[in-house]
């Protein structure tokens, strides 16, 4: 056998040399040579060269490398080979084991095939490693049972693909490579997972790599294994109730490893999935709200530190809690249905039983009655019914009378708590007395006297009385048995001809009016209540109804009785008072003569009489002011009391003219005699009743609105002769529409010039022209005039009505007006004073406003800025005639309502005509002032300074006890009875089966009159976006309100934001695949929609807001240039979530959307907002950006008139939770 030749060691090192010889050996025989301990402090190599081979090519044996750490365990190979044809050189990268020591351990094992194995030059080397790297120390791991346990070998040097590595352990399973970081060339990281660990895997692991040079190999790092732990015992029970179970946790035992870190307590019911855990601190705990007579299990759950560290629920305790007495009868579920004198009552069984109900106790009892005169005491009593009758019936009870009932459900454990609600039974109509003889107390040939006797009231105080007069005309077929039926229509005598009625009131008097029978004569030719009694034409048959009528609740109740008949007489009727002869005229005459003296002397009387009961008025007005929504929820719908003849009626007006015409806190002037009459008088109506009264006379068949309107005298009702002279003519913008000479504005005449003291107005100013300026301002100043209001727009049906009346001084924005302060000085004097001019521009060319909520915001900024000390108003319109007249009328009625709790409009409307001509011009403006007036009315001020915004907002929230309600709760109640109810004309665009698939959901439809037409066009899509425009604090359509884009509206949603010059997007929601919201803008790069492109040019994070900005622009017009937008997504608003998660993130959102409109195009740019339907989440954007602008701008908050005006173009927008929040950013 040849001897291989050794390599020649280095003789400045030490080194080893073994040689084995395996001929005549078996397989299996071991020879070791063992290096010295080492225990080497730095970065070393172990360095050798080996031979393996014999000359047959078969290998002789292996060769095999260990590491011994500590002269512990010998464990597995790190290196080994079984044949090499020729000397070879290895490397043994091992890392620092300081302070422990290692043995390095050169093992062969034979293969019984003859050959040499040979190692020579073994030396330790003061440097790294050349081709194997070097392990940084390896660090141990700790987890709990059922986790990965995660090692990481960090190590110096570079790696390829063909290395291996692999982490090494004692007696456990090896762990594969997880993953490697490669750093650079001196550095990686490789991450190896021990899977699901248990105890078996604790051990001893090092890290390996076997390299084409060598192989590395770590320290041992120990793997530690932790049980969680387990209590050994089951909780012990304390005590038992039919909701709670006290309980020991009994935990100190455990099976696992501490420390215990928290204890939990599981518990569930024995039958169903139903569970809960609660956290507990201490050795004993409550479970509460449970359900009685109900089997729970309850364990311990013990947790130790880290990842896995809850261990399984320890031995359960299986109890049950005690039985309950039900739950209450809910409350929604009683309702009532009323009857005069029957309630049916009926209620569903309460929502937790507990048991069987074997038993239902109601308790009644009377609590209040429209009628004060009823005595309730003996209205009381309980009934008892079984469990399975929910329903019964209570008759014999009062009407208009409330009732209480109190219902309570019982099982064999007891009673549960009562629960009560409240119904009123409907009022019944006044029971007339008896007349048995239809005969008369007097009769001529125009007039009936008949004995008029007081009715009984039943449920409701008698409101009004009522003479009715029923001509008697042949009847075809005679009927063989009459029904009286009763008159609820008022039909006046002058409209009974035009309506072909063969009735008509003749007489109305409050109840007050009779409280003992006497006497009434048909006929007299005086005027109550409005109704003219006229006197009774000698040749026609008349019937004579008496009716008496009660109001309460919302109800009207009338019953009537005929008291006499007229016949008609035998001798020939007189003549027609249109064909009297001259003799007739000219006694008419002097009769007409006398009658004015008497009535020019009366009318000296009352003015005096006036003058004291005005001051009276004044002293007690503090004492009997009301709250609107007080008088509007009042239930009380009772006529006001009015005088039962003309001179009364005419008090009525006359009493304070100021109230009227001049009811504003500006400078009273002394009222003008009107002796010019334009129509008939009209009673007051009272404010609680002014709902009902509006709806009866949108609803009266051929009464109402129309023969209202038409019964005011239409033209010229006074002389104008100094408005007809030539020299005048030119001041009239209009011919037909000029000023009465007993109520026009006389100027201070101008030396030399006759016709100077003229301008066209009546204290209700026209719109000057350019031939009137001089003197419109010569007015202004003579009369000491400190505010201008303007109800037109500047330009309308093409003509222009702009003057340069004054340079502008500063202007500011209020939602739909202006307000320009301007300063003025007379020539030759050295007063300067500063007029304010009022400028509405919300009311369109044709017609009237949609809503009257931007008017009535606009009547009151002008009381709260006009000062109480200056002259009347100047109000001004194109003829100073329609929409001059609404302004007046309505700055009037909020007055009266405030001081008076009436208002009477037909009166006021009256009053103005006689002082100008057609003022209030349509029916459509006679309308709306009375829609404009109930809305006032329904909605009061709600205006909050800011100074009172804190505590008014803690009040609004406080829980009344009695209703269980809040004033904010209130008010949002209001505003949804107040609030528009979409028609299906009103969504007529998009209800358009074309646009069916663009809508996301068909009951949140944009109107037609609020739609942003689409204008970019693209292809065959239709101009329809399921968007609304939206008015801000300071500008129209500032606003567009939307929802997220379907996948098929996209493109649309970016037509929509380049057509209307959008610059700002607002997202309120997340984007959801599954909701059909996807993505629509591009991360990066550019995104085609159609002709419109969108360029991604920048995002950014902050807090819950990610801000990205794009460059749109349309392909098919690049002369227009591009856009920039900005997105600010709003992550603070989860979908599960009614209102944000912060208030102030939500408002920091509103400030950047601000700051970009201003910045960015100087506020001009309109917003898009939308959320996933465009309904509530937009809304309460839209409101809260609303509030915070009035707040800056007018230092005073109004939420409701927000949102209400939010709501008159979309009624979705805002719910209660997001109210409560628009009233809450402000503080």
């Not at 050169?106 to 040499?116: L, W």
């Not at 013990?302 to 399984?312: A, K, V």
């Not at 001009?1164 to 707040?1191: D, K, Q, W």
Request: a neutral charge; hydrophobic letters at 35%.
């Amino acid at each position: 056998k040849a001897t291989p030749v050794a390599p020649t060691a280095t003789k400045t090192l030490p080194c080893s040399f073994m040689l084995v010889n395996t001929s005549g050996r078996f397989a299996g025989q071991k020879a070791h040579l063992l290096l010295p301990h080492l225990k080497e402090n730095d970065t070393h190599c172990i360095d050798f060269h080996y031979y393996v081979s014999s000359k047959s090519g078969s290998s002789p044996g292996t060769l095999n490398i260990y590491v011994k750490v500590n002269d512990g365990p010998i464990g597995n190979p790190i290196w080994n080979t079984s044949i090499t044809a020729t000397w070879n050189r290895a490397e043994l990268a091992i890392s620092t084991f300081w302070p422990n020591f290692y043995q390095v351990v050169f093992e062969v094992v034979t293969s019984g095939h003859p050959g040499y194995v040979a190692i020579d030059e073994v030396k330790v080397l003061g440097h790294p490693c050349t081709k194997t790297p070097h392990f940084l120390r390896l660090q141990s791991v700790e987890v709990n049972a059922g986790q990965f346990a995660t090692f990481q070998c960090t190590a110096n040097g570079g790696t390829d693909s063909g290395d291996r590595l692999w982490l090494q352990g004692i007696y456990v399973r090896d762990a594969p490579l997880k993953d490697i970081k490669v750093f650079n060339f001196r550095r990686f990281v490789a991450l190896f997972s021990v899977v699901n660990a248990t105890k078996r895997d604790a051990g001893n692991y090092r890290c390996m790599i076997r390299t084409e040079g060598g192989v590395g190999v770590s320290n041992y790092a120990e793997l530690i294994v932790k049980e969680p732990p387990v209590p050994i015992a089951p909780p012990q029970l304390s005590s038992v109730g039919a909701t709670y179970l006290w309980i020991q946790l009994n935990a100190n035992s455990i099976n696992g490893d501490g420390p215990i870190i928290q204890r939990e307590v599981e518990y569930r019911t024995s039958s169903g999935s139903w569970y809960d855990i609660q956290p507990v601190d201490s050795t004993s705990y409550k479970i509460g709200h449970l359900d009685p007579d109900t089997e729970y299990e309850i364990s311990v759950l013990l947790t130790r530190p880290g990842e896995g560290g809850t261990g399984s629920p320890g031995p359960a305790l299986k109890t049950r809690t005690k039985c309950a007495v039900p739950s209450a009868v809910p409350l929604e579920s009683i309702q009532g249905s009323t009857f005069e004198e029957k309630i049916f009552l009926q209620w569903r069984e309460p929502a937790q039983t507990y048991g069987v109900i074997t038993l239902y106790e109601i308790t009644y009892k009377a609590v209040s009655s429209f009628d004060p005169e009823i005595d309730l005491s003996n209205q009381s009593g309980r009934v008892s019914k079984l469990g399975n009758e929910t329903h019964y019936l209570f008759f014999g009870l009062y009407p208009g009378t409330t009732y209480s009932f109190t219902i309570r459900a019982s099982t064999a454990k007891g009673f549960g708590p009562p629960i009560t609600n409240q119904f009123t039974t409907k009022i019944s109509a006044p029971s007339m007395p008896p007349y048995e003889l239809e005969t008369p107390l007097n009769q001529t040939d125009s007039t009936v006297t008949v004995l008029l006797k007081p009715a009984q009231s039943r449920g409701a105080p008698v409101s009004v009385y009522q003479i009715v007069v029923e001509e008697e005309r042949p009847r075809r077929t005679k009927k063989t048995t009459e029904i009286l039926k009763c008159y609820p229509v008022p039909i006046h005598f002058q409209n009974a001809s035009l309506l072909n009625s063969q009735y008509y009131f003749a007489a109305e008097f409050p109840a007050s009016g009779l409280q003992a029978a006497q006497p009434f004569t048909i006929g007299d030719n005086k005027t109550y209540s409005g109704f003219w009694n006229t006197p009774l034409l000698p040749h026609k048959s008349y019937s004579i109804y008496f009716q008496a009528a009660s109001r309460a609740n919302g109800e009207t109740k009338i019953d009537c009785v005929r008291v006499a008949t007229k016949g008609a007489a035998t001798r020939k009727p007189d003549p027609e008072p249109e064909k009297q002869t001259d003799h007739t005229v000219k006694i008419a005459g002097v009769i007409a003569g006398i009658l004015l003296f008497v009535i020019i002397f009366l009318g000296v009387v009352l003015v005096m009489k006036k003058r004291k009961l005005a001051k009276k008025r004044k002293e007690t007005l503090s004492s009997t002011r009301q709250e609107m929504t007080v008088m509007v929820n009042s239930m009380d719908k009772s006529y006001t009391e009015q005088g039962t003849n003309c001179d009364e009626a005419f008090s009525f007006m006359d009493t304070d003219t100021s109230s009227l015409v001049q009811s504003h806190t500006y400078k009273k002037r002394d009222p003008v005699d009107v002796p010019y009459q334009t129509g008939q008088l009209h009673p007051a109506i009272r404010v609680a009743d002014l709902l009902q009264h509006i709806t009866q006379m949108k609803c009266a068949e051929g009464y109402g609105f129309k023969e209202e309107y038409e019964s005011f005298f239409e033209g010229q009702s006074a002389p104008w002769d100094s408005a007809k002279k030539d020299e005048n003519r030119m001041k009239n913008r209009y011919g037909n529409i000029i000023a009465y000479d007993h109520s026009r504005v006389r100027l201070q005449p101008i030396e030399g010039e006759t016709s100077s003291d003229y301008i066209n107005g009546n204290y209700i100013d026209v719109r000057p022209m350019q031939e009137t300026i001089y003197d419109f301002w010569r007015m202004v100043w003579h009369e000491n005039t400190a505010s201008i209001i303007m109800v037109t727009n500047l330009v309308e049906v093409g003509r222009s009505y702009t003057y340069d009346v004054s340079p502008p001084i500063s202007f500011t924005f209020q939602l739909l007006f202006l307000f320009q302060p301007l300063s003025f000085q007379q020539r030759g004097a050295h007063e300067i004073r500063e007029i304010r001019q009022f400028h509405f521009t919300g009311w369109p060319d044709h017609g009237v406003p949609y809503h009257a909520t931007g008017l009535l915001g606009f009547v009151r900024q002008v009381k709260s800025k006009s000062p109480p000390n200056a002259g009347p108003l100047v109000v001004h319109c194109s003829a100073g005639a329609g929409r001059t007249g609404c302004f007046i009328v309505i700055d009037i009625m909020l007055d009266m309502a405030e001081r008076e709790g009436v208002v009477d409009i037909y009166n006021c409307v009256r009053e103005l005509r006689s002082r100008r001509v057609n003022m209030v011009q349509t029916e459509e403006q006679y309308v709306f002032i009375h829609d404009a007036i109930l809305e006032a009315c329904l909605c009061g001020d709600t205006s909050i300074p800011a100074s009172q915004v804190r505590s008014v907002y803690y009040e609004m929230n406080k829980l009344d006890p009695q209703t269980n309600s809040s004033q904010i709760k209130e008010e949002f109640r209001t505003l949804n009875m107040v609030t528009p109810t979409l028609r299906v004309e009103d969504c007529s665009i998009a209800l358009l089966p074309r646009n069916h698939e663009k809508n996301r959901c068909m009951d949140v439809l944009p109107p037609d009159r609020c739609l942003p037409f689409l204008i970019t066009i693209d292809g065959e899509s239709s101009n329809y976006i399921n968007a609304a425009l939206m008015d801000s604090y300071k500008q129209p359509s500032a606003f567009i309100v939307t929802q997220h884009p379907l996948p098929n509206t996209v493109k649309d949603f970016w037509r929509l934001v380049l057509d209307y010059h959008c610059t700002s997007i607002v997202m309120l929601n997340d984007v959801d695949p599954a909701q059909l919201c996807p993505q629509y803008w591009p991360e990066n790069g550019v995104h085609r929609h159609g002709p419109i492109q969108v360029e991604f040019v920048s995002a950014d994070l902050e807090e819950d807001i990610i801000s990205r900005i794009f460059r749109i622009y349309n392909a098919a017009r690049p002369q227009d240039g591009y856009r920039m937008v900005q997105q600010f997504q709003f992550l603070g608003w989860p979908m599960y979530r009614d209102t944000p998660v912060s208030k102030r993130s939500f408002l920091k959102l509103i400030r950047q959307v601000e700051k970009w409109q201003e910045e960015y195009n100087g506020g001009e740019g309109r917003t898009v907002v939308h959320c996933l339907n465009g309904g509530g989440r937009s809304g309460t954007f839209c409101a809260i950006s609303i509030v915070c602008e009035m707040l800056r701008h007018q230092r005073a908050v109004d939420v409701f008139h927000a949102v209400k005006t939010l709501r008159n173009n979309k009624p979705n927008m805002v719910d209660l939770l997001s109210f409560k929040l628009s009233a809450e950013h402000p503080y």
